[in-house]
T-cell receptor, first 115, second 113 residues
Framework: DADVTQTPRNRITKTGKRIMLECSQTKGHDRMYWYRQDPGLGLRLIYYSFDVKDINKGEISDGYSVSRQAQAKFSLSLESAIPNQTALYFC??????????????FGPGTRLTVL | GDSVTQMEGPVTLSEEAFLTINCTYTATGYPSLFWYVQYPGEGLQLLLKATKADDKGSNKGFEATYRKETTSFHLEKGSVQVSDSAVYFCALSTTSGTYKYIFGTGTRLKVLA
């Protein structure tokens, strides 16, 4: 079974619609992240959460919001989707208890298309 | 500001060729450095990492050395295989000031049989 799961895997929606992307993990990690991947731009951090009560904006948080419902669940919402939010979205986790750097574990991604 | 710059791809090599993918960084403090690999249709997975200057990370025949004097973390492999075809991302993390995890733009590697 996958340690980090994302739903849905693919989504096509229209401009102005509200969209929620969900992420669940069974790794027992305290930290969770949302990224978007665009061709030629690599991955950019949208939001991150170091525990259930800690939510922080990343590099490109405008137009997005998040909710950390439990240690294992972190959802990303697009309140009113626009076409330039078309991208591949990744959830990732890490543990503050691991020594030797901040390795992140990624889900399989959600491909979102906004028409 | 903090950043990661890696060579543009695509890089096309024949099987058993030597691979180098360049990565340089700009960061305050002492970041940790990473190489991630992304196979088609999958998320990123850690390939190797180094947490301090002169550390060498290695995994699956890939190596990279944390060079503080040149702010570099170049990825190398002595003999690539077709199965190494993927996109490779250099990244840094730092907690100096605001937490940051910054990825390069990725380098696509294609290995031909």
């Amino acid at each position: 079974d996958a340690d980090v799961t994302q739903t849905p895997r693919n989504r096509i929606t229209k401009t102005g619609k509200r969209i929620m992307l969900e992420c669940s993990q069974t790794k027992g990690h305290d930290r969770m992240y949302w990224y978007r991947q665009d061709p030629g731009l690599g991955l950019r951090l949208i939001y991150y959460s170091f525990d259930v009560k800690d939510i922080n904006k990343g590099e490109i948080s405008d137009g997005y919001s998040v909710s950390r419902q439990a240690q294992a669940k972190f959802s990303l919402s697009l309140e009113s989707a626009i076409p330039n939010q078309t991208a591949l979205y990744f959830c990732a986790t890490s543990s503050s208890k691991r020594d030797g750097g901040d390795e992140q574990f990624f889900g399989p991604g959600t491909r979102l298309t906004v028409l | 500001g903090d950043s990661v710059t890696q060579m543009e791809g695509p890089v096309t090599l024949s099987e058993e060729a030597f691979l180098t993918i360049n990565c340089t960084y700009t960061a305050t403090g002492y970041p940790s450095l990473f190489w991630y690999v992304q196979y088609p249709g999958e998320g990123l997975q850690l390939l190797l990492k180094a947490t301090k200057a002169d550390d060498k990370g290695s995994n699956k025949g890939f190596e990279a050395t944390y060079r503080k004097e040149t702010t570099s973390f170049h990825l190398e492999k002595g003999s690539v295989q077709v199965s190494d075809s993927a996109v490779y991302f250099c990244a840094l993390s730092t907690t100096s000031g605001t937490y940051k995890y910054i990825f390069g733009t990725g380098t696509r590697l294609k290995v031909l049989a």
